[in-house]
């Protein structure tokens, strides 16, 4: 009998497995897929580090979660900065003194400003007040420029919805940053582990058994796999046979190319923020590690990342944490609290959206609450 069975060999599984193994635990960690990682899973395709479920890259503020990880890995410098592209113009992101230099020719912060302040301007006069949907939202916010090439497109092609039919509150504010500073990030840490994530995560679950390919399902009744505690980092509905109902997710569709040229695009992430374009990204993964000396000379790998509907079956990626589901999680929440032995942890189980940093955290935060 295991003291824990930890159900998923994602960042949060394995950070809280590292725990339990470190304070003697006897510990198990399975995962349906047929690779340890979960989502931050890379793979290597002529010798680059690929992500195969999306771009990741680590970043937090949080010295004691960025001290952890160095345990395990080296991280390199990259600092995210991705490009939109709007049919055959570039812009800088996130929205900063290059993407208004781009946009309007203006070169200091009081002509950005006074831009802006223009632009909503005659919004407002064009008789829109309280925004009653995404579209008049972003207006408001921003002006006509700015939701036009970099906001509208991009932000129907993520929701599946047109913005005039999406409610205002998904944009709260457009974060603008009145200096050439095009790191997409404010955290004081970030890069991406060298080696890529796989390595990162083998690092972390060393000496420490695990099982892929297995589905706890399967086997959540037989002797071998009994455990005084399970940590379940899969769909919390799932767990219950989604006898409540099921919650909603947004996916995704990747499709992944290897292209004859050794720079395809120029930077890791672009980001295609026209909706007639029905991809929202490319990612290239080799620049996420330019350090890496086995990525190939004459070939990159690319990814093409598509927002999709997500259905039974398909892989969940991001909750969709309106009323409606919201209500269903706390009632299955309520049933999770009578499971007496088992833990519900991770964006799955715990049905939020997840940086890798609060993955770290809180993962470490469950160990500790369980005296280890
Ligand atoms: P997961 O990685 O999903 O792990 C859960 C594991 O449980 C999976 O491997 C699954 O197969 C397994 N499992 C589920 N059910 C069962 C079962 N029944 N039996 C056995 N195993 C099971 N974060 C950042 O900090 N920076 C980024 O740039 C970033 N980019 C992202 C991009 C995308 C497209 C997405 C979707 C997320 C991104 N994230 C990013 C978030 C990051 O992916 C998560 O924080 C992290 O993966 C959470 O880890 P987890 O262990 O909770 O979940």
């Avoid at 080696?195 to 086997?219: A, C, N, Q, S, W």
Wanted: glycine share 8%; proline share 4%.
């Amino acid at each position: 009998m295991f003291d824990y069975l930890i159900v998923g060999a994602g960042l949060f599984g394995a950070v809280f497995a590292r725990q339990a193994k470190d304070a003697g635990k006897n510990v198990l960690v399975i995962d349906r897929r047929p690779h340890i990682g979960g989502n931050i899973y890379t793979e290597e395709i002529c010798g680059i580090n690929v992500h195969k479920y999306g771009a990741h890259i680590f970043h937090t503020s949080d010295r004691t979660v960025w001290e952890y990880v160095n345990r395990f890995a080296e991280f390199n410098r990259y600092t995210n900065s991705p490009i939109a592209r709007y049919k055959e113009e570039l812009f800088n992101l996130p929205f900063n003194m290059n993407t208004f230099h781009a946009l309007w020719g203006v070169t200091t912060p009081d002509e950005a400003k006074e831009k802006i302040d223009e632009q909503v301007r005659e919004v407002r006069e064009s008789g829109i007040g309280e925004p009653s949907n995404l579209e008049e939202q972003a207006l408001l916010l921003g002006g006509r420029d700015i939701y036009e090439k970099l906001v509208r497109g991009y932000t129907e092609k993520q929701w599946g919805k047109r913005a005039v039919d999406l409610p205002s509150f998904i944009i709260k504010r457009l974060p603008f940053r009145f200096t050439y500073d095009n790191n997409y990030f404010n955290d004081s840490f970030q890069g991406i582990p060298i080696g890529g994530y796989t390595h990162f995560v083998e690092r972390i679950l060393e000496g420490i058994p695990v099982k892929t390919g297995l589905d706890f399902f399967d086997v959540r009744d037989e002797a071998e796999y009994k455990a005084h505690r399970i940590v379940f980092t899969g769909m919390i509905d799932e767990y219950f046979d989604y006898r409540l109902g099921e919650l909603e997710y947004r996916s995704l569709k990747f499709e992944t190319e290897i292209k004859d040229t050794v720079n395809y695009q120029g930077n890791a992430v672009v980001n295609y923020t026209e909706y007639e374009i029905p991809y929202t990204r490319i990612i290239e993964h080799r620049h996420f590690e330019p350090e890496n000396k086995k990525s190939s000379e004459s070939q990159t790998v690319i990814t093409r990342e598509y927002p999709a509907e997500w259905k039974k079956g398909m892989d969940p990626y991001y909750p969709v944490n309106d009323e409606r589901n919201e209500e269903l999680y706390k009632r299955y929440r309520e049933l999770a609290e009578k499971e007496g032995n088992v833990i519900f942890g991770g964006r799955l189980g715990l049905y939020k959206y997840f940086d890798m940093d609060d993955a770290v955290a809180g993962a470490l935060k469950l160990a500790a609450e369980n005296g280890i």
